[in-house]
C-alpha cells in the first residue's frame, strides 16, 4: 500500500510563489508516474503535472498548457518526495491541490487521466489573493 502525504499549500498574493510537497511511503518505486491535480468547488479535479521515471531516471515531466513555465515538478527519489514548485501565481491558481501516484510508466496519452492514478493524497488548499 501507498500513502501519500501533500504539505505546502498556503496564502499567498498574486505573483508569488509557493512549494508543494509529496511525501510517499509504504514502499519505493524503480518506476513509477506522479502527478498534481487540482480542484476548485464544484468542478471536475484537473491535472496539473506529472512526472515519470523508470529505473530511478527521471525520463519526462509534463504540465498542463496554463502552467507551462510557472510551475515546475521534480523528485528526490533517496526521501521518496514528489515537490510542485509554483512560481508567478494567479487567482486562478486557487484550487485544492491533490499528488497522486501510479506504480506503472503512464503514456503520455493518458497522463493527464486522474483515473490511472490508484494513489491520492487528502490534498492541501493553495490560495491566490488578488
Known amino acids: 500500500q501507498v500513502q501519500l502525504v501533500e504539505s505546502g499549500g498556503g496564502l499567498v498574493q498574486t505573483g508569488g510563489s509557493l512549494r508543494l510537497s509529496c511525501a510517499a511511503s509504504?514502499?519505493?518505486?524503480?518506476?513509477?508516474?506522479m502527478g498534481w491535480f487540482r480542484q476548485t468547488p464544484g468542478k471536475e479535479r484537473d491535472f496539473v503535472a506529472a512526472?515519470?521515471?523508470?529505473?530511478?531516471?527521471?525520463?519526462?515531466?509534463n504540465y498542463v498548457d496554463s502552467v507551462k513555465d510557472r510551475f515546475f515538478i521534480s523528485r528526490d527519489n533517496g526521501k521518496n518526495m514528489v515537490y510542485l514548485q509554483m512560481n508567478s501565481l494567479k487567482p486562478e491558481d486557487t484550487a485544492v491541490y491533490y499528488c497522486a501516484a501510479s506504480t506503472s510508466f503512464i503514456r503520455t496519452i493518458q497522463i493527464q487521466v486522474q483515473e490511472n492514478y490508484g494513489y491520492w493524497g487528502q490534498g492541501t488548499q493553495v490560495t491566490v489573493s488578488s
Open positions: 512526472i515519470r521515471w523508470s529505473g530511478g531516471i527521471t525520463i519526462s515531466t
Open positions: 509504504g514502499r519505493t518505486f524503480s518506476t513509477a508516474t
